[in-house]
C-alpha cells in the first residue's frame, strides 16, 4: 500500500483519459547517485473491454511481469531529501449512557500521542506510532460462521497497512492478533451477570509500536516490528454489596517479528522469519521461526519452492511461573511449477502436523492435514476464430491425516473461461470426489466420520458490458446435501442498466433449486420446485 503525500488530477479528453501525479522526492526511496534510472508501470483495469492495459507491455507468457517494467531515464542531480514526518494528535471524548431511573453514567476521556516516520537513509526506514487513536478506522462486517476454522479480517489500521510486505511470510504475522479481544474477554462474560459488569474491554489497549524496514544494495531485506498491549481489566461490582473489583483479562504483551530475505534478478529468493509473542502474569508464551527459498531458472520458465515454519508454545501454571512443560508443532511446503508459456502446470505439498500452532501471532492453520495438489492449464493469448482468448484448468486433490495417514479426501475439479471477440464470456466448470474418506481423526480409539462422496457443477455468462444493459448469471448444481434433500442448486443473476457514465442501476435475484424426495425413497422421476 502506498499512503504518502501527493496531488494529482485527472482529465478526459478527445484522445482518451489522462492522469497527472505529483508526487514528492520524501514519498519515495532512492540512492544518492548523480544519475537515476527508475522502474516505472502503470496499469489499468477496464470493465466494460474485460481488458488490462499496461504502460510497458509484459508478454501474456511471462511470469515475472516486473523484469519488463518500462525504465525512467533524464533524472540526473537530485539528491534524497530528508525524510521526516510527525503526526500529533489530541482527543477528549464523552459517553453519556441512560440507566434505570434519571440517573446516567458520565464520562470523560482524553488521550494524546503522535506518529513519526523518519527515513534512516535511502534504504531504511523507521516508522513509530505512541499511544496510537484508532477511533475513526473503518470498523469490521461481523460474519457469523459455524465452522471451526476463525474468520480472518482486514486489517483497517493504517500504521499496520503501510509497509508489511517484508513481514507477510508463511502467514506468521497477522497484525489484527495486536489489540485483540482479550483473552479472559468471554470468561468474564459467562461468569457473572450482565448488570454486574461494570466494563470489559473488547480490545485490549495498545501503547506503542516500532516497525523498521528497507533493503541493501545487495539486495539484503531487513524487517524489525515491535509492538506492546497495556494490561486489560474488566470492572465487576456487586449489586449487593457495592464492591467493586478489577479481574485481568489481557495482560501486558509484547508482540515481535524479525525477518531477513535475500532477492536475485533471476527472482530466486531465500528467507527466515522469527515471530515472538511474551505475556506477563499467568499467561502463556509463544515463539514461531521459518525459514524458505525459491529457485528459478534464467528465463524464468520453472520455479521450485519450498519452507519449513516450527512453532513452540510455553505453558504457564497457575502460580505464574514458566514450566517445563511446551508444545512444539512442524508445517512443510514444497513445490514445484512452470510458470510461463501457454501451458503451465503445478505439483505442491502441504503438510501440518497436530501440534503445530502458529496462532498467538500468526493465521489459523488447519493442523494434523498434508494436502497434495496437482494442476495444470491451458492458455489461450490470442484470438482464434470467434474467441478472443480463455483458459481451461485442472486439479488433482488429495488429503490425507498427518499422523494415521488415512485419506480425507480425494477431489477431481476443472474451471473454464472464455471470452469472445463479441465481449460476451462463458465460464463454468465442477468437480467430484472419486472415493470418500475420514473427515476428522479418531477422538476415541478406533472411531472416526466417514466423509461424505460429492459432486458439483456451474456455468454461467457475461455479457457485453461496453453496451448499456448487460447480464450477469451463474447456475449451480450439486448433491453436496444430499443426505437430507438429494440434489439441488442454485441460479443468480444480476441485471445492470447504465443510465449514464455517472448512473447506473442493478438489479439481482437468488433462485434455490430444491427437488422433491418421494417418502418412500423409490426411484421416481425428480420434480423440481422453485422456492423464490
Known amino acids: 500500500m502506498f499512503d504518502a503525500v501527493w496531488e494529482s488530477s485527472v482529465k478526459i479528453t478527445d484522445k482518451g483519459w489522462c492522469v497527472e501525479i505529483k508526487i514528492p522526492y520524501s514519498a519515495i526511496r532512492f540512492p544518492s547517485k548523480p544519475i537515476q534510472e527508475w522502474a516505472f508501470q502503470i496499469t489499468r483495469n477496464i470493465r466494460r473491454n474485460r481488458e488490462f492495459q499496461q504502460w510497458s507491455l509484459t508478454p501474456s507468457t511471462a511470469s515475472n511481469a516486473q523484469n519488463y517494467w518500462g525504465v525512467l531515464d533524464g533524472i540526473e542531480n537530485i539528491k534524497p531529501p530528508l525524510r521526516l514526518s510527525l503526526t500529533p494528535y489530541i482527543s477528549v471524548a464523552y459517553e453519556h449512557e441512560p440507566v434505570s431511573g434519571s440517573k446516567a453514567n458520565q464520562t470523560y476521556s482524553y488521550r494524546g500521542g503522535a506518529d513519526i516516520k523518519y527515513g534512516l537513509d535511502e534504504r531504511f526506514t523507521l516508522d513509530m506510532t505512541l499511544l496510537p487513536d484508532f477511533g475513526q478506522v473503518q470498523s469490521d462486517n461481523k460474519r457469523k460462521t459455524l465452522s471451526y476454522e476463525e474468520i480472518n479480517y482486514d486489517e483497517n489500521r493504517p500504521f499496520f497497512k503501510e509497509g508489511t510486505d517484508i513481514f507477510s511470510r508463511d502467514d506468521l504475522f497477522y497484525s489484527r492478533r495486536i489489540g485483540q479481544t482479550p483473552s479472559g474477554y468471554f470468561d468474564v462474560m459467562a461468569k457473572y451477570d450482565e448488570s454486574d459488569i461494570k466494563s470489559n474491554p473488547t480490545e485490549s489497549k495498545l501503547l506503542n509500536a ?36 478489577k479481574i485481568l483479562t489481557e495482560p501486558l504483551a509484547n508482540y515481535n517479528v524479525l525477518v531477513a ?3 536475485w534478478k533471476s527472482n530466486s529468493s531465500v528467507y527466515l522469519i522469527n515471530t515472538n509473542v511474551t505475556r506477563t502474569k499467568k499467561f502463556s508464551d509463544s515463539n514461531v521461526t521459518g525459514g524458505g527459498f525459491k529457485l528459478v531458472n534464467k528465463k524464468n520458465t520453472y520455479s521450485l519452492s519450498g519452507g519449513l515454519d516450527y512453532s513452540i508454545n510455553f505453558i504457564t501454571d497457575p502460580e505464574g511461573i514458566n514450566s517445563d512443560k511446551k508444545t512444539d508443532g512442524l508445517r512443510h511446503y514444497l513445490a514445484i511449477k512452470k510458470t510461463s508459456g501457454t501451458i503451465r502446470w503445478g505439483l505442491s505439498q502441504v503438510g501440518v502436523n497436530p501440534t503445530y500452532d502458529p496462532t498467538d501471532f500468526g493465521y489459523y492453520v488447519t493442523p494434523n492435514r498434508i494436502n497434495s495438489n496437482a494442476n495444470i492449464t491451458f492458455f489461450r493469448f490470442k ?3 470467434s474467441v478472443q482468448e480463455g483458459n481451461w484448468r485442472f486439479d488433482l486433490n488429495y488429503s ?7 485419506m480425507r479426501e480425494m477431489s477431481l475439479q476443472t474451471n473454464l473461461f472464455i471470452l469472445f471477440k463479441s465481449y460476451n464470456a462463458i465460464f463454468g466448470g465442477g468437480g467430484f470426489t472419486p472415493a470418500a474418506g475420514r473427515e476428522y481423526d479418531p477422538r476415541l480409539n478406533g472411531r472416526y466420520v466417514n466423509a461424505l462422496k460429492y459432486w458439483f457443477a456451474y456455468i454461467g455468462v457475461s455479457t457485453d458490458y461496453r453496451r448499456a444493459l448487460a447480464l450477469d448469471m451463474e447456475i449451480n448444481i450439486s448433491n453436496f446435501i444430499k443426505t437430507y434433500l438429494s440434489e439441488g442448486g442454485s441460479a443468480d443473476a444480476t441485471l445492470r442498466y447504465r443510465i449514464n457514465d455517472k448512473l447506473t442501476v442493478n438489479a439481482s435475484s437468488n433462485t434455490i433449486l430444491i427437488p422433491i424426495i418421494s417418502v418412500l425413497q423409490v426411484k421416481l422421476t425428480r420434480i423440481f420446485t422453485f422456492l423464490g
Open 210 to 245: 516500532t516497525k523498521l524496514s528497507g533493503r541493501t544494495n545487495d539486495g539484503i531485506g531487513l524487517g524489525f516490528f515491535n509492538a506492546i498491549t497495556n494490561n486489560t481489566y474488566a470492572t465487576i461490582k456487586d449489586k449487593n454489596t457495592g464492591l467493586t473489583e
Open 261 to 263: 530475505d535475500k532477492q
Open 400 to 406: 490425507q491425516h498427518y499422523k494415521t495417514g488415512y
Open 383 to 385: 484470438p482464434y476464430g
